[in-house]
């Protein structure tokens, strides 16, 4: 593969719960011109340690460059490129459709076919729940188009390594980030 052909690479970021700590992270991106495909922040398993997931494209250099650089960023624990690695990677979206009489039956069936939810239901238009793999979001999001969408909120793309991995439970990042303990810049070592 070319050092400056595109790709998109999928990186879990483990953060202190800090003020400042997602701008930082964030900041990061823009000052490298670097655009952020999808980007999700949540807490972890571990108290006062949020885990950030986001997938970025770009080519090998500046990916490589961008994950140094968090890396080196004091409020990061632990950095993992999961891209190679086998995941459960899923996407949320609540998508609302227009509806009639008439094609409020059509709609309910794309949304079992799915395996999505109705999770609100008014006299023009549904609210549709999906949970699922990015590329069957999207899927769905196309069908739903020719209905009618009214308003659209998705989530982003999470990911969680499968199995038993470097990069699950078996990390102290509450120790970590509450003694400062690690490799001199706040990391595990």
Do not use: C
């Not at 670097?34 to 108290?47: A, R």
């Not at 997938?55 to 409020?75: F, H, M, S, Y």
């Not at 069908?143 to 038993?164: C, F, H, K, P, W």
């Amino acid at each position: 593969m070319s050092d400056n052909e595109m790709k998109s690479r999928t990186i879990i970021a483990w953060l202190e719960d800090k003020p400042g700590v997602l701008n930082r992270v964030t900041g990061l991106f823009g000052r490298r011109n670097f655009n952020i495909e999808s980007l999700t922040v949540g807490h972890s398993e571990q108290k006062g340690i949020s885990r950030m997931t986001f997938v970025a494209r770009g080519n090998e250099r500046d990916l490589q460059q961008v994950q140094t650089q968090l890396d080196k960023l004091i409020n990061v624990v632990h950095i993992a490129d999961v891209t190679q690695e086998p995941t459960v990677v899923r996407e949320m979206a609540l998508i609302k459709v227009a509806t009639t009489g008439q094609t409020r039956g059509e709609i309910m069936q794309l949304v079992s076919i799915y395996h999505a939810s109705v999770v609100d239901v008014d006299m023009t238009s549904l609210i549709i729940q999906i949970v699922a793999p990015e590329d069957r979001v999207e899927s769905l999001v196309k069908l739903l188009d020719n209905y009618g969408i009214e308003e659209m909120v998705r989530t982003g793309q999470v990911a969680m390594v499968r199995g038993s991995s470097r990069h699950g439970h078996s990390h102290s990042f509450a120790t970590v980030a509450a003694n400062g303990t690690g490799n001199g810049n706040g990391h595990h070592a």
